[in-house]
């Protein structure tokens, strides 16, 4: 099996992640694997799989229209010089002419259901895309059943041919922290008090605007953290604007993956008012880290929490008193954070891995 993984973001943000934690947990399971990556990641992944086969894509691909097209012609022949059966390719996109099966992932289905909240261009590529890959993959991979679901509704899925593989959370790196590991971010936040947290890309889908709103009403509330890098949202600065001087408003941009355990299980809350996610990790990551989550009923995310979070409409005037009524309730956010570690557990990469091996013997039979 070739899984392409030269679609990761230098960043390894989003499809990053879930392909640095996904190889791991498939050779683990046994899985006889060989990974195509960008140059720059090739010492990456031979740390992670020692004595997996792999394969440097020529250097022009880390421009995204290159890699495209080798998509299309460098992909195949690859695959079939290395002798693969499958071809996983991670994120949405795949070759039209494979000459293998190939088993496509499709992370999120918010392209069809919340147009409103993606640029123009993106909202275009992923729903093409997402239908090809419908049409033309043996199998589809996606993170939850509600994303499944909604492409059924609205892309006309076959479910026969998706498979649900819940992401995973590692409980090495997402855990309660220690004091020193919540020293050191907030050392590296300058933040000494209590505060709220939110960690995501600063996008319209994750609904940061109102959070600060909601915020905003809140007398003499916690510091409010904005963890993630900076999207198209133009509101959030309109937003973080008219924060009131009494309040303390902290963007300090990406943090470092070793400091996520440190932020999330620090907060007094973490508050993710998302409009919409196909799965939704950073509420897994922060329940694993013992945190308090605030959350929205939306799509994915009561199955991710379940009934170890708070939840709230995502409207600021919901958000601020579901925030008061946690702050004002200590003995509520140690059973939120209890129940959250709980339930986290759960959530296994290496589970992960067994659906996807379901999902390629499902593309190999076909």
């Not at 990974?35 to 020692?50: A, E, F, K, N």
């Not at 990790?281 to 929490?305: C, F, I, K, Q």
Request: net charge negative; charged share 20%.
């Amino acid at each position: 099996m070739l899984v392409d993984a030269t679609s990761v973001p230098a960043d390894r943000g989003g499809v990053g992640r879930y392909v640095d934690e996904l190889l791991p947990a498939l050779h683990a399971e046994g899985a006889d694997l060989a990974v195509v990556c960008q140059r720059h990641d090739v010492d990456h992944y031979r740390r992670l799989l020692p004595g997996v086969e792999l394969l440097a894509a020529p250097a022009a691909v880390a421009r995204r229209p290159v890699r495209l097209a080798w998509e299309q012609t460098g992909l195949p022949a690859l695959a079939r010089r290395v002798g693969a059966d499958v071809l996983h390719c991670p994120h949405y996109t795949m070759p039209l002419a494979p000459g293998l099966p190939v088993v496509t992932t499709l992370h999120d289905a918010t392209f069809f259901t919340h147009p409103d909240l993606h640029l123009p261009v993106k909202r275009h590529f992923f729903t093409t895309w997402t239908r090809m890959s419908l049409a033309r993959a043996a199998q589809c991979v996606t993170p939850s059943a509600a994303t499944r679901d909604e492409l059924v509704r609205v892309a006309g899925a076959d479910p026969a041919r998706v498979t649900v593989a819940h992401l995973g959370v590692d409980s090495t790196r997402f855990h309660a922290p220690s004091d020193a590991e919540r020293a050191a971010v907030r050392e590296h936040l300058d933040v000494a008090g209590p505060y709220i947290g939110f960690l995501g890309t600063l996008e319209p889908r994750k609904n940061v605007p109102s959070l600060i709103r909601a915020w905003s009403a809140l007398t003499d509330p916690p510091a409010l953290v904005l963890a993630g890098g900076r999207g198209w949202d133009e509101e959030v600065d309109r937003a973080a604007a008219d924060v009131p001087a009494t309040h303390r408003l902290v963007r300090p941009g990406y943090l470092p993956l070793e400091m996520l355990a440190g932020f999330l299980g620090a907060a007094e809350v973490v508050a993710y008012p998302s409009l919409g996610e196909g799965f939704g990790l950073p509420v897994l990551e922060a329940m694993a880290s013992g945190a308090p989550v605030l959350t929205t009923r939306l799509l994915s995310l009561p199955e991710v929490g379940g009934d170890a979070v708070a939840y709230t409409e995502p409207d600021a005037p919901a958000i601020t008193a579901a925030l008061r009524a946690l702050l004002a309730d200590p003995d509520r956010r140690a059973g939120l954070a209890a129940a959250g570690r709980a339930r986290a557990a759960q959530f296994d990469w290496r589970a992960c891995a067994r659906a996807h091996l379901t999902a390629y013997a499902a593309a190999a039979d076909a």
